[in-house]
């Protein structure tokens, strides 16, 4: 590492591992709460992942978009009815 240039992803991995921090479960942990929040498709394009990834990723985090969708759409007649 040389004054006056950005540290790199790879030369910032490897100070944290010769540390002994662990970065992959907080990566992932991030990732699965993104996947729980997001659609795929926004997931895939906010990451740089395929779509499949993000699908996949999305149905680990316990998602689910066509049951979303209809839970969603009961809500607002629930809310219209009001």
Known sequence: MR???PLTHAHAAKRLKRLGVRTLGGRTAAMMTLAALLSPMILAELLGISETSASKCYRLAGGEWTRYAGQSRATR?????V
Request: net charge positive.
């Open 77 to 81: 007649i629930d809310n219209a009815r």
């Open 3 to 5: 004054v006056g240039k």
